[in-house]
């Protein structure tokens, strides 16, 4: 299983003033999807358009607007929000630069969060790595996704679909709870399945380890590494949206963002013990080989000392001496018998150091 992950191309940006428009991702030729929802309480209006003057066409008073954005290589959509909402050019900057730390920023109007949205792709046995900015202002949630395939956030549209839940009923700080919930949730699915592959990977390596469990179990550090880059700071956002130091969060959405805390500790809990236990997994691999490198050398070395003295046997009947020198000569090289002889001895010592060995316990 390998991960793939957007980092973005920030050679794009070279020589650039700060606050230019360009995006670093991987370029797409498919149209953004956009949809925006309005609700309020009895009500929700469900919106897919293809204009960003659908897009941005008014609301009813007192209603929350959640407008997604699926794709961003068009930055004239991202230009045109901005505009309407107040956004800071830097901060669309960031939402166009795919490479970016999870992070929070407070710019008072509004928040913007940065995070990464993680999928476990089935048909290529990969994770897909994909950034998700928000901006939560006071009515309104602008959430933008890179325009990977599908997202985590259906049961979200769901829910505001049949009213299920008090999500109608409370404000966009909550929605915003809601979205970053779902990210979060998402985690543990993708620490189960890489919990799955470590435990393959650990059976095979007690089992018969080889050459191919050693890249598996390089690749399932890689994975981990970059996943917890991925997850790691966003403790920081939790905690930071959870302590309310924001005018934005709603004293009693700050329960539910403890919650969201609590999560993300639990995942990161998760997937530190995975990591140690990959990390174990190496250390079994290497012992494995010295092991079984000492079992082929002690096998090696007990052949080599049985063959010693009867190569001496061998080396000393092989020097053709002649018979016929007299009292000096080997009388075995005239005796029938001599051959066999000869041939019985050494297998007797052969089967005496076998013995010998044995009883020492040396194999």
């Known amino acids: 299983m390998t991960l793939r992950h957007n980092g973005g191309r920030r050679s794009r940006k070279a020589g650039l003033p ?5 995006y670093t991702g991987e370029v797409r030729t498919s149209a953004p999807r956009m949809t925006v929802f309005d609700y309020a309480g009895g009500w929700c209006d469900e919106r ?40 800071h050019k830097l901060v669309l900057e960031d939402i166009l630069q795919t490479g970016q730390r999870p992070k929070l920023e407070d710019y008072n109007d509004y928040l913007f ?22 901006v939560i202002g006071p009515k309104y949630v602008l959430s933008f996704q890179e ?29 915003a709870y809601s979205l970053l919930d779902a990210i979060v949730d998402q985690y543990f699915l993708i620490l189960e399945e890489l919990g799955d592959r470590v435990e393959d990977v650990e059976e095979e390596l ?25 997850i790691w700071p966003l403790r920081e956002v939790a905690s ?21 805390y609590d999560h993300t500790i639990a995942v990161l809990d998760t997937l530190e013990n995975e990591r140690e236990v990959v990390a174990g997994m190496l250390d079994i691999y290497l012992s494995s080989v010295s092991n079984r490198l000492n079992e082929v050398m002690k096998v090696l070395t007990i052949i080599a000392t049985i063959f010693i003295p009867l190569t001496f046997i061998v080396g000393v009947y ?31 010592i052969g089967l005496t150091m076998l013995y010998y060995f044995r009883k020492k316990k040396w194999f």
């Open 18 to 22: 700060p606050g230019t428009l360009v």
């Open 48 to 87: 897919n358009v293809k204009s960003v003057e659908e897009l941005l066409k008014s609301k009813r008073k007192g209603a929350v607007r959640w407008i997604d954005v699926d794709g961003l290589q068009q930055t004239s959509i991202l230009e045109a929000i901005g505009n309407e909402y107040g956004i």
């Open 113 to 134: 969060v940065v995070l990464k949205m993680l999928r476990y792709n089935a048909v290529r046995r990969a994770v897909d790595a994909e950034q998700v900015a928000l």
């Open 147 to 175: 325009g990977l395939e599908g997202d985590v956030f259906e049961p979200i549209r769901q829910r505001l679909r049949s009213h299920k839940g008090h999500l109608r009923n409370l404000g966009a700080d909550y929605l």
């Open 206 to 230: 007690l089992n018969e380890p080889t050459r191919s469990t050693l890249d598996k179990i390089y690749r399932l550090k890689r994975e981990m590494l970059t996943v917890r880059k991925s």
């Open 240 to 260: 930071q949206l959870q302590r309310g130091e924001s005018t934005m969060v709603k004293r009693s959405t700050r329960v539910y963002l403890r919650d969201l």
């Open 318 to 348: 092989g020097m053709n001496f002649d018979p016929d020198l007299g009292p000096l000569s080997m009388p075995e090289l005239r005796w029938a018998w001599g051959y066999p002889a000869v041939m019985v001895f050494m297998a007797a």
